[in-house]
């Protein structure tokens, strides 16, 4: 299986700034800027909806 427990690291440590996670900068990690496009686009979805991811 790609990825999976083979991945020592979760994305968000991958960013220059972990807790700047939302809108840190992945440059040389696509995998990474994918998943953070990925939870981007589910957090908008989410605030539509009036939901909340907290």
Same mark, same amino acid.
């Given at each position: 299986m790609v *990825?999976? +427990?083979g991945r020592s +690291?979760?994305?968000r440590e991958l960013a220059d700034d972990?807790?700047?996670?939302p809108? =840190?900068?992945l440059s040389g990690h696509p995998a =990474?800027?994918?998943v953070q496009a990925i939870a981007a686009a /589910?957090? *908008?979805v989410m605030a539509e909806r *009036? /939901?909340?991811f907290l």
């Open positions: *990825g999976g +427990r +690291r979760s994305p972990p807790e700047n996670w809108h =840190a900068d =990474a800027a994918v /589910l957090q *908008g *009036g /939901l909340s």
